[in-house]
């Protein structure tokens, strides 16, 4: 299995996201806008993630490395910067939309463009309030 490094992978998949030719190898030469068309190897790369509460002061950081498989698979793992304990995290992708379970806390819909992921959450912390949260990644510096 041949895993390209974050740095080229985020670059790939934004390109491919953007229309433009994927040059970078494990991705087929092709404009297509879709992940999973532009992806011809699984691909691994790390986020810095936010999770911010849409009504109230503050926000949850962490970082995120998941792998994307061609057929529409995501694994990996998430740590909170709080508590420092990794989670499993298992979703899926079609076309640019995403949808991440990250531990048994969330579950993520949003989408991929541009190299990013955004999308949005509910949390049920205090028996029936839910609470709302906005969630962004995006790629980790080298």
């Not at 433009?20 to 691909?43: D, H, M, N, W």
């Not at 995501?74 to 709080?82: N, P």
């Not at 298992?90 to 949003?110: A, P, V």
């Amino acid at each position: 299995m041949k895993l390209l490094t974050r740095s080229s992978a985020a670059a790939a998949m934004a390109a491919a996201l953007a229309g433009a030719a994927v040059a970078a190898p494990g991705f087929a030469r092709t404009p297509q806008v879709a992940i999973r068309a532009a992806l011809t190897a699984p691909v691994t790369t790390r986020f810095q993630t936010t999770l911010q509460p849409q009504y109230e002061a503050g926000v949850y950081t962490g970082t995120m490395r998941l792998t994307l498989d061609p057929n529409g698979v995501v694994t990996g793992f998430y740590t909170s910067d709080d508590t420092g304990r990794p989670l499993v995290v298992t979703g899926g992708f079609d076309g640019n939309n995403l949808w991440l379970d990250i531990g048994s806390q969330y579950r993520i819909s949003g989408t991929y463009r541009n190299g990013r992921i955004d999308g949005t959450t509910q949390l049920f912390p205090y028996g029936h309030a839910t609470e709302y949260l906005t969630f962004s990644a995006t790629p980790a510096g080298s």
